[in-house]
């Protein structure tokens, strides 16, 4: 099972930007993709955004399309999500995940990912 680590949360105000870091112990076949999800108190945790580990693809969640980058350094086993024009809204514990799936559909679904790290707290001030 690989282990992930999330950092990089913070207080942040309104407009402000983040950039979150996700390690990998490892990368192996069952961990192909890696995901971002948030969690605001009382709220189901949703999709932010994924990227597969080879290739270019990303795919992101409309909540933060146009505004959250997700990137990776293959050699450091490292996932980022770089946030700007924060809202109060983007307020939540930020999760990092992997999976083995890779299509648009599966990558979306937070029911397809097995691995999860401890999460990283994001507020963002008004």
């Known amino acids: 099972q690989v282990q992930l680590v999330e950092s990089g949360g913070g207080l942040v105000q309104t407009g402000g930007s983040l950039r979150l870091s996700c390690v990998a112990s490892?990368?192996?076949?069952?961990?192909?993709?890696m995901g971002w999800f948030r969690q605001a108190p009382g709220k189901e945790r949703e999709f932010v955004a994924a990227?597969?580990?080879?290739?270019?693809?990303?795919y992101y969640a409309d909540s933060g399309k146009g505004r959250f980058t997700i990137s990776r350094d293959n050699p450091k086993i490292t996932v980022y999500l770089q946030m700007t024009d924060l809202k109060p809204e983007d307020t939540a514990v930020y999760y990092c995940?992997?999976?083995?799936?890779?299509?648009?559909?599966?990558?979306?679904?937070?029911?397809?990912?097995?691995?999860w790290g401890q999460g990283t707290q994001v507020t963002v001030s008004s």
């Open positions: 490892a990368r192996t076949f069952s961990s192909a993709t």
């Open positions: 995940a992997s999976t083995s799936h890779t299509s648009n559909r599966a990558m979306g679904s937070i029911g397809n990912y097995r691995n």
């Open positions: 990227i597969r580990w080879n290739g270019d693809y990303t």
